[in-house]
């Protein structure tokens, strides 16, 4: 089934800047796109900028700046086109592009014997040998065109000097053609699926990383996922971490392996929101709901009820032992699926741990410990509870999950409650919490005893198992997650 999607409008200077585009698509000059508002529509319009000047105050600066200012989507951005001038601010995305620059010389067989440079046009370079180079440029930089400058120092070696950019007008007779194919590649938006029984209205990309031990999602809720998207005329693909550069052929994306700011989830997430796709769940809320500090916060803050909890630097760390006693829990900061948290019996624990918990973070988290039997899990998409789980603690162990257990990762037992079924007070909770991360999809972990329900946790990914999280609305609640992503994609247009 053949899907026609919008493809970008590109600027240009001059209309012979880009004599013979790619089919359909449109080229407008800069400066009538930046005299006539209206001039490419409103809505969710791409746009690629091939304004020849890109410099601050510039007419290609302003029209990127402008792009912005009207809800168009445009690369590169004005915040981008600054970061290339500045080198302050370029230098850990300059370092981030030598790590791949060395790796790859370190493949090659023949090495440059001198200083050199590599072009690159939307990821892909003149010399095919540094298209890896190329592409975490472009992904760094955002920028359509770009030269990499390598320099050889006598003593350290080969090093990136600039990442600097380029426009249309720079080009060489000898870099047309790949410019040329580059850019179709890159503005090419149709596709075929043969086994798509339904029209397909949208596209839908699943992260995952087949290598975790403990996904987000197992295969059989994957594939119910595909199968009620059919349904709906939603083509639902899994993609992994190598296919970063495919992100911008779909419409949407859902982030099925764990999070983290120090993986490819969160540049994956980054680069959806970049393109204008909506992303579940997104870069913001992957950034609050992976550090406790933050959650611990903002709790507090807002009067939604936890864990007494304390944040530690090495130095104040004594003071928790006064205020918590013992047992207390310890938390790193970015912890998830309950690593990075450690329960401290006495003070020979407390030394112990909190020394070994400082060695990756300058704060970590204390918080009294609350003995229950199960954990309430609560999960949220808009606003709106979607299913609620009791999560038992695994067997002889106090948390959820033992990872110490004969050398495998153990986990207690659940079960599923209609969300009208279970203590209104906990979902009222557990959607307070939601709130003060976003509008996406979370778990709210919840702990509930004598003296009230207190939130333990908000996690942006959270599990969605079958038999598990979908026990009681089945498909529909498959349904439910799409519909949702139906509706991101609507209003983005």
Not at 42 to 50: A, Y
Not at 426 to 451: E, F, H, P, W
Request: charged share 30%; hydrophobic share 40%.
């Amino acid at each position: 089934m053949k899907r026609k999607t919008s493809l970008p409008v590109v600027l240009v200077d001059r209309l012979q800047d880009l004599p013979t585009p790619p089919e359909g698509l449109t080229v407008v000059r800069t400066r009538d796109y930046l005299t006539d508002p209206k001039l490419v529509g409103t809505g969710r319009v791409r746009i690629i900028n091939l304004s020849r000047d890109q410099v601050y105050l510039g007419t290609g600066y302003y029209a990127s700046l402008l792009a912005e200012a009207r809800g168009h989507n445009i690369l590169p951005t004005a915040a981008q086109i600054l970061t290339l001038k500045d080198r302050g601010r370029s230098w850990a995305a300059v370092r981030a592009v030598e790590r791949v620059l060395l790796t790859t010389l370190s493949r090659l067989k023949e090495k440059p014997e001198a200083s050199f440079s590599i072009d690159g046009y939307f990821g892909r370079a003149l010399d095919g040998r540094f298209d890896k180079v190329a592409r975490e440029a472009f992904d760094r930089f955002r920028t359509p065109i770009l030269r990499i400058q390598v320099r050889l120092d006598p003593h350290w070696g080969f090093y990136v000097k600039a990442v600097r950019p380029r426009t249309i007008d720079d080009l060489r007779a000898d870099e047309t053609e790949a410019f040329a194919t580059a850019f179709e590649a890159y503005t090419r938006r149709e596709w075929r699926d043969p086994t798509v029984h339904r029209p397909v209205r949208y596209r839908l990309a699943v992260l995952i990383d087949p290598k975790e031990d403990l996904p987000p999602s197992d295969p059989k809720a994957l594939a119910t996922l595909a199968k009620v998207g059919d349904r709906m005329g939603v083509a639902v693909e899994t993609i992994r971490a190598r296919d970063y550069r495919r992100l911008a052929e779909y419409d949407a994306l859902f982030i099925r392996a764990t999070t983290s700011l120090d993986n490819f989830t969160y540049r994956f997430a980054r680069k959806a929101e970049d393109e204008g796709m909506p992303v579940l769940d997104d870069p913001t809320s992957i950034l609050r709901c992976t550090n406790k500090v933050y959650l611990a916060e903002m709790l507090e803050s807002h009067k939604v009820p936890a864990p007494r909890t304390l944040i530690l630097d090495p130095r104040g760390a004594k003071r928790a032992e006064a205020d918590l006693g013992y047992p207390m829990v310890l938390k790193i900061p970015d912890g998830s699926f309950s690593r990075g948290v450690v329960k401290a019996n006495d003070s020979a624990d407390f030394r112990r741990i909190t020394r070994e918990l400082f060695e990756d973070s300058d704060l970590i988290l204390a918080q009294e410990f609350m003995p229950t039997e199960f954990d309430w899990r609560v999960g949220v998409l808009d606003g709106t509870p979607l299913f609620v789980s009791q999560y038992k603690m695994a067997p002889k162990h106090w948390q959820i999950y033992n990872h110490g257990a004969s050398g495998r990762n153990q986990s207690g037992g659940f079960s599923t409650v209609a969300v009208e079924d279970a203590p209104a007070e906990v979902v009222d909770v557990a959607i307070k919490a939601a709130a003060l991360m976003g509008s996406g999809l979370y778990g709210v972990d919840l702990k509930q005893n004598d003296r009230g329900v207190f939130v333990v946790e908000v996690n942006d990914n959270p599990n969605i198992d079958a038999g598990v999280e979908d026990k009681i609305l089945k498909d529909r609640l498959y349904q439910i997650i799409l519909e949702s992503f139906i509706r991101r994609i609507e209003a983005a247009h």
